[in-house]
């Protein structure tokens, strides 16, 4: 079965300080992995893509990482701010499919103190 | 920022009662989905369409239907809402991409409660 497993399923930071967000994933074959901020209320926004290629990709503040290898996945956040508070979701698309076949982890949720 | 929008945001209704959930995208995509989100769960595809008069269901059984009948348009309805019904509801669309990398938008979701 198909899955995307995401950790921690919550995390506390202070403002200012890093973090990483992981993502383990079976699907198979892989195409691509998303990283999506999803704010309370709100739709998610995307902030990376990758392929199979890439093992890295950057966003700003955001870093992900992609190991096609072990099928794991991390998403860095440097020098945090209030505004990074929000959910954030990996998403993998296996190879050759429709795009509609998106397979979703559950998300972290990050809260940034002051 | 995504050119797609969902109406209403917030909606409260009784049991029994029909509803429409609408989302309309000025991106000129030929692919829209909706997506069902419960909190802390992840998001369930239960629509989807690749273009005028092309509809299927989604990978998550789901009593409403969907209609296609303009790009820019892909509305919701529920013919009988249920308390089961309660939830989120995202509608989003996409772009070609290549090698089934297309950017995915969301709209800002619809929140629904059937008390």
Same mark, same amino acid.
């Given at each position: 079965?198909?899955?995307?497993?995401?950790?921690?399923?919550?995390? &506390? &930071?202070?403002?200012?300080?890093?973090?990483?967000?992981?993502?383990?994933?079976?699907?198979?074959?892989?195409?691509?992995?998303?990283?999506?901020?999803?704010?309370?209320?709100?739709?998610?926004v995307s902030l990376t893509i990758m392929t199979f290629s890439e093992n890295t990709k950057s966003n700003g503040r955001y870093t992900a990482t992609l190991d096609a290898d072990t099928k794991q996945s991390s998403l860095h956040i440097t020098a945090s701010q209030l505004s990074d508070s929000a959910s954030y979701i990996c998403v993998v698309s296996d190879r050759g499919s429709t795009l509609g076949r998106l397979y979703f982890g559950r998300g972290t949720q990050l809260t940034v103190w002051p | 920022e995504a050119d797609i929008y969902q109406t209403p945001r917030y909606l409260v209704i009784g049991t029994g009662k029909k509803i429409t959930l609408e989302c309309s995208q000025t991106m000129g995509h030929d692919k829209?989905?909706?997506?069902?989100?419960?909190p802390g769960m992840e998001l369930h595809l239960i629509h989807y369409s690749y273009g005028v008069n092309s509809t299927e269901k989604g990978d998550l059984s789901s009593e409403s239907t969907v209609s296609r009948i303009r790009t820019e348009h892909f509305p919701l309805t529920l013919e009988s809402a249920r308390p089961s019904h309660t939830s989120q509801y995202l509608c989003a669309s996409s772009d070609p991409g290549t090698g089934g990398t297309g950017e995915l938008f969301f709209g800002e979701g619809s929140r629904l409660t059937v008390l």
């Open positions: 079965k198909n899955q995307v497993e995401q950790s921690p399923q919550s995390l &506390i &930071i202070l403002e200012g300080k890093n973090c990483t967000l992981q993502c383990n994933y079976t699907v198979s074959p892989f195409s691509n992995l998303r990283w999506y901020k999803q704010d309370t209320g709100r739709g998610p | 829209m989905y909706w997506y069902q989100q419960d």
